[in-house]
């Protein structure tokens, strides 16, 4: 199954899950989002979405993403999350302007990595980074798409 990957990061986070996910799977590609104002046709089976939650929402580079993408019938939709441990109703918001789309969001995750908005207070003490990071490397392995 060919799956292709699309990631949007500020700072990071977002590329290293996608990454890993990317050196698991079988016949995957990454790619960055890009920042779309035409139609963008792609021929998957997969596609997965990661990118960081900005304030308890989508991007809007997420956004113009999914409102451009032009993908043949029944490709599978999966999508991560990245985010300080407030990810609200971000994947709903997906899922919503997705089925708005006629198109299907299957798998939706939130991963917690440390947060690179300074007004909430920045990414905390080197400890616990480390421990996010160790807990998120552990939850990318269990994702089922990698089963
Ligand atoms: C403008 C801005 C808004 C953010 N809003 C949220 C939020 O609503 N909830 C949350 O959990 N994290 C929030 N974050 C933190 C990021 O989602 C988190 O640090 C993520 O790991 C960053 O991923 P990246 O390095 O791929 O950009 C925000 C970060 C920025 C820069």
């Known amino acids: 199954m060919k799956t292709e990957l699309y990631v949007y990061t500020g ?4 590329l290293w899950v996608a990454h890993q996910l ?11 989002m890009p920042l779309l104002s035409n139609g963008l046709e792609k021929e998957a089976d997969r596609v997965g979405i990661i990118f960081p ?5 989508l991007p809007s580079r997420v956004i113009r993403f999914v409102n451009h993408l032009k993908v043949k019938p029944g490709t599978y939709f999966f999508a ?3 985010n300080a441990g407030q990810p ?8 919503k302007l997705m089925s708005n789309r006629k198109l299907s969001l299957s798998l939706g995750y939130s991963i917690v990595l440390p947060s690179n908005y300074i007004p909430w207070g920045g990414p905390g003490p080197v400890e616990t ?7 998120a490397q552990e939850k990318v392995k269990r994702l089922p798409m990698l089963s």
């Not at 700072?11 to 977002?14: A, E, H, P, R, Y």
């Not at 939650?53 to 929402?57: L, S, Y």
Request: hydrophobic share 50%; glycine share 6%.
């Open 11 to 14: 700072t990071g986070n977002s």
């Open 22 to 32: 990317a050196v698991e799977l079988k016949e995957a590609t990454l790619d960055f």
């Open 53 to 57: 939650v900005h304030i308890w929402g």
């Open 80 to 82: 991560i999350a990245v």
């Open 88 to 95: 609200a109703a971000t994947l709903l918001q997906l899922q």
């Open 129 to 135: 980074q480390q421990r996010l990071f160790r807990n």
